[in-house]
C-alpha cells in the first residue's frame, strides 16, 4: 500500500568531513546517512587520541544497531575492523547487513469523544491506516503523533495528551503493531476579545471577527481573521494574540491591536500599452482611510487614443467590511473606435458582497450617452437596474495550474423609469485552465450575450455587442467585427465568442503559446470570424505580460499583435 508519509530521518546526517576515516558497506544511501548520522566515531579525526578512536569504536555496533532500528531494521548484522596502517590515519570498516525490515501489520489509534468525531482528526485516522504494511520507521511515527496532538491542539484541545503510546515490535516476525490513545480533555472556547485599534472604530473592527465568545476555538478561524485584517488595506501593522487563559479557565481570550496604514494617501502614476487602447498613461489617488467609520475614496485617469475616462468612487463598509460594501460611482468616458464615437457621463449606486462563494454585485446607474455610430449621431438617457455574479477558483495566483472564472450579468431599463428605451440583456462569460503536464496547460474561454430591446438604434454603443481585439477575437482589431449598416460596424444584440488556448513553459517565468479563436457579434444569424495564432508569456512580478500574432483566417493576409496584462483568469 502506498504512503501518503513522506521518508523521515531521525537525525539528518550534515556533509561528511573530508578526513573522515570510517569505511561502511551494505547501506542504501538513506541507512547509510541516518547510521553515520549516530555514530560518535564518525566525528573524530586522525589526530584524535588512540584510546578514544578504540572506545567510539566499541560503541559503534550498537550505534548502527539503533540508527537502524530507526529506520525499522531490527535483525542488524555488524562486522568491525579498526585498522591502523603505518603513516596513515587509522580506518574503521563497518560491515552491515540489516537484514529484513519491520513491516507495521497493524495501527490502532483511540481518539477520546467528543475530540474524536471531529473531521479533522477522522482525515488523520485514515491517514494512519496508510501505514500499514509500510516499513516501520520511527521518525514517521513520531510525526504522525506530532500531527495528532497539533491538530488538536488547532481544534481548542489544549490539553490533548497520549495516555498509550507504544510500538511492539517482534523481530522475529518481522512485524510491528502501533497502539495510541489520545485523550483529549476539555475544548477551550474563545474568551473574552479585546479591541484596540487607532484606525476603526472598535465595532468596525469586531466586524472582521468570524467567531463570537463562547465559541469553541479553531486556530483556523484565529488565521482567517489575521489574514482579513491584514488583506483590507485599513492597517499599517496588525497583531492577533490568542492564548490559552492562564487563569485556569478553559478559554482563549483575543486581543486585536491595529495601526492606521502609512501612507494612509496614496499617489500613483503609470504608463502602460494594449493593443486595444494603444499607449496609456494612468494616474490614481487612494485615500485609504477618510475616517474611523472605514470610509474610502478613490480617484482615477486613464488617458488613450482610444479610451479615456476619469472615475471616481467613495466606499463604505456596510455590515462587514471584509465583503459587504456600499459604493458610489460617478465617471467621464470618452471612446473612439474604428466603429464609433461616444462622450459617456454615469452615476451609480452599488451593494457588494458575496453570497457563499459567488461575489454579488446588485446595482443601479444612471448614464448619458452622446455618441456617433456609422454617421449617425444620436443620445441616450439610460437608468439601469442590474446584478452581477463572479466566482473564481484556482491554486495559485501567478502561474495557476486549474481553476476556472465564471460571470454573469443581467441589466435592463424601462421607459416608465426615466430611460428613453426599454431592453434586457444577459451576459454571461467563463474561463478554464488545466495542466496536462508539468508545463503544458489548456485554456478554455467563451462568452455569449443577449439583448431584448425596443429600439435598437438608440441604443448606445456601451450596451451593444462587438467582438474583435484582445480579449476576444485575436487577428482583429477592438470591435470591428458585428452587424454593419452601409458599410459600418453598428454592432449587434447577440454575442458569442470562444478561445482555445495551449500554452508551454519552457523556462522559468517563459511560456509558448498556440491559439485559436472564434466567434460573432449578431442580431439574428451569427456569422463566425476565425483567427489563429501564436504567442509567448512572461509571468512578471507584476503579472502576466501575453505578447501575441494572430492571423484572420477570413480576412486579409495581415498579421495583427496583441500585447495584453492581466491574470490567467
Known sequence: MKSNWGV????CAAPLPAWSAVDLNGLDEAQEANVRAHLALQDLGCDAPLWLVRRQFRRAEAEVRGALEALGFYGVRTEAELEFPEEACWLAVLTIDPGTPVSIAEVKVLIEEPLGSEPEMKKLLRLGQDLVDEVLDHGRYETYKRALVSTAQALGYFDARFSEHRVVVDAKQHRAEIQLR????????????????????????RAFVPFTEGDPYDAAQVSKLRRDLNDSG?????????????SGEPEVPVVLETEAPEPRRVYTVGVGYATDTGLRLRGDFTDRLVNRRGHRAHVGLLLSPVRSTLDASYRLPHTNPVDDWFSFDAGITQEDTDTSETDAKRIGVRHIHERGAWAETNYVEASWDDFEIAGERSTSQL?????????????????PTRGYRLGGDLRGATRTLLSDNDFVQVRVNGKYLRSISESVRVLVRAEGGWTAKDEFSELPPSVR??????????GYGYQELGPESEGEVVGGSRLLTGSLELDWEFRGKWALAVF???????????EFSTGVGIGVRWYSPLGPVRFDLAHPLDGDDAVRVHITVGPDL
Open 182 to 205: 489520545l485523550d483529549g480533555g476539555t475544548r477551550y472556547r474563545f474568551g473574552p476579545i479585546d479591541v484596540r485599534s487607532r484606525a476603526l472604530t472598535p465595532e468596525l473592527v
Open 383 to 399: 437608468l439601469m437596474f442590474g446584478t452581477s455574479w463572479t466566482r473564481t477558483e484556482s491554486d495559485s495566483s501567478s502561474r
Open 465 to 474: 455587442f462587438f467582438a474583435g481585439g484582445d480579449n476576444s477575437i485575436r
Open 516 to 526: 485559436g479563436d472564434a466567434g460573432s457579434a449578431f442580431n439574428s444569424t451569427p
Open 234 to 246: 485599513y492597517f499599517g501593522e496588525v497583531r492577533v494574540i490568542a492564548e490559552p487563559s492562564t
Open 8 to 11: 523521515v530521518v531521525l537525525i
